[in-house]
């Protein structure tokens, strides 16, 4: 047997899944839907030179990458997000009534706390997206160690409250998600992308809830020759997985997640995609509108566990 870095043996691989008979996940009041919108805050946590890092950033939005000297090109994209892009996307969820969950990155927060203090005060959940926005595979076990404890310190700081769910940017490493249960505190991840549905893991002997993620119904496919152009290109495709999974759900309920970020449907050719969205799905009945944490615990106590 061929080990992983670090001498471990490979993890088996569940290409099976619940198959035909999914549990009936039991969404309060019978939804047929857990829909959960994901808003990623990654602003001031990209690779920069000005910021100490060994690099800059390769921004989709330019297709260029400065080596050797500061990129203002590339931190002006992402301020965006931060001066403008995070206000309108608040305004947007307060009118339609709509608990998100803010996956915020450690440094982004640390450097303007607004981006999870004003999302905390307005009642949405504050996760962790690392400290950096960076992959973490490779990563060494005791480097990341460190990198979860401070981005969890960063956040509590800002949002008055630790945050309890984790999803890391890209690949995780093979130490991520037991390094989460040993730093405690973790109800879930959203390292995976292979279902419709949570489940439960047994990590370092103790049960833990993977909701899986989506890049497909996100916003990340404005990036050129992603497939989005238009804002009504990202409602039309969420609007259709959102209405096939509501057909599924009535004999098999499901779970949807919408990714965001500040930077990109925060942008004002763009938001109208996310009005659009937002005013089919919260005009449908049989839909839960989740913030992750809400999800995990629920799953939790289907299983019997404390949330």
Request: charged residues 25%.
């Amino acid at each position: 047997m061929t080990l992983l870095p670090g001498g471990m043996p490979p993890a088996e691989r569940d290409l099976a899944g619940y198959g035909r008979n999914p549990p009936d996940p039991r969404w309060p009041e019978g939804a047929r839907l857990a829909l959960s919108f994901v808003v990623n805050v990654e602003e001031g946590a990209e690779l920069s030179l000005a910021s100490g890092d060994e690099r800059n950033e390769l921004v989709p939005e330019t297709r260029q990458h400065v080596e050797g000297t500061p990129d203002p090109c590339m931190e002006t994209h992402f301020a965006y997000g931060s001066r403008v892009g995070l206000w309108r996307i608040l305004d947007l969820l307060d009118r339609f009534g709509v608990a998100a969950t803010f996956s915020c990155c450690g440094r982004a927060v640390a450097a303007t706390p607004a981006l999870a203090g004003a999302p905390a005060a307005a009642g949405h959940e504050v996760s962790a997206h690392g400290w950096r926005w960076q992959m973490h595979a490779g990563m060494e076990e005791a480097t990341e160690r460190a990198v979860i404890a401070r981005t969890v310190e960063a956040l509590h700081g800002a949002a008055g409250t630790r945050p309890l769910g984790w999803h890391t940017k890209s690949a995780p490493s093979v130490n991520t998600r037991r390094l989460l249960i040993e730093e405690g505190g973790f109800l879930y991840d959203s390292d995976a992308y292979d279902d419709d549905l949570p489940r439960l893991v047994q990590v370092a002997g103790r049960p833990h809830v993977v909701l899986p993620y989506s890049f497909e119904t996100n916003d990340m496919r404005f990036a050129p020759g992603q497939g989005f152009v238009f804002a009504e290109d990202f409602s039309r495709y969420c609007i259709g997985a959102f209405d096939w999974l509501m057909r599924e759900g009535r004999t098999t309920p499901r779970m949807m997640s919408v990714g965001l970020h500040l930077r990109t449907i925060g942008r004002p050719g763009r938001i109208r995609g996310l009005e659009l969205l937002l005013e089919h799905v919260t005009r449908v009945p049989g839909v839960w509108i989740a913030r992750r944490m809400d999800i995990a615990r629920h799953w939790r106590a289907l299983s019997g566990l404390p949330a």
